[in-house]
């Protein structure tokens, strides 16, 4: 069974700090990997996507995958309390591309 | 681009009441999605079309759960003889199914309270 596992947190950072979101997949074939925030009471949306080893920078976003390691991250920069959300990892492999997603992490960001 | 439409946005219900929910998807999406959500929890894969096509539904899907696409455009998701535990947000994702790149754009989601 496809697993994608976060730590619930809450991660608490101050502002202006370095938010490190971390994520683990167990099926060794996915391909795709996402990172979605969730406001409170809101529907997620998509923040990054990320396929190949490395880093991926996107604004204040940089997600990171490591195959080997099976692990991905996202890092936000210059954290704002707008930032706070709920952050899921989501991975899917070939054939149905389906999107599994973890848990989710939650991200406080205090002024 | 009118964005991913759910309705009803809430839904209380008896046990033992059937339930249905819609879902309009961005227009030129292809694939259509249904997730269940509960409170500390992430999306759950329910079920998903291509086109008109319904190609995978979740082992943990009970036999109560129906969908339909028909035509290849909005959803509905049905819930027969609701039960408590099948209190929880139904959300629905349209995307333009690009391999790798799938990409998913959600609905504000059916918030489903069964009492």
């Known amino acids: 069974q496809k697993e994608v596992e976060q730590n619930s947190g809450p991660l608490s950072v101050p502002e202006g700090a370095i938010a490190s979101l971390n994520c683990t997949y167990s099926d060794r074939v996915s391909q795709s990997f996402f990172w979605y925030r969730q406001y409170s009471g809101k529907s997620p949306e998509l923040i990054m996507s990320?396929?190949?080893?490395g880093d991926k920078e996107d604004g204040r976003f940089t997600a990171q995958l490591n195959k080997a390691s099976q692990y991905v991250s996202l890092l936000i920069r210059d954290s704002q309390p707008s930032d706070s959300a709920t952050y899921l990892c989501?991975?899917?492999?070939?054939?149905?591309?389906?999107?599994?997603f973890g848990r989710g992490t939650s991200l406080i960001v205090h002024p | 681009d009118t964005g991913v439409s759910q309705d009803p946005r809430h839904k209380i219900t008896k046990r033992g009441q059937n339930v249905t929910f819609r879902c309009d998807p961005i227009?030129?999406?292809?694939?259509l999605y249904w997730y269940r959500q509960t409170l500390g929890q992430g999306p759950e894969f329910l079920t998903y079309f291509q086109n008109e096509a319904q190609l995978e539904k979740s082992r943990l899907l009970s036999d109560r759960f129906s969908a339909e696409r028909p035509k290849g455009s909005f959803s509905t998701l049905e819930i027969q003889r609701t039960e408590q535990g099948d209190s929880a947000m139904y959300l629905c994702a349209s995307s333009p199914h690009e391999g790798l790149n799938e990409k998913l754009f959600f609905g504000s989601g059916t918030q489903l309270s069964v009492l």
């Open positions: 227009s030129e999406h292809n694939r």
């Open positions: 990320i396929y190949s080893n």
């Open positions: 989501a991975s899917s492999s070939g054939g149905s591309y389906i999107p599994t």
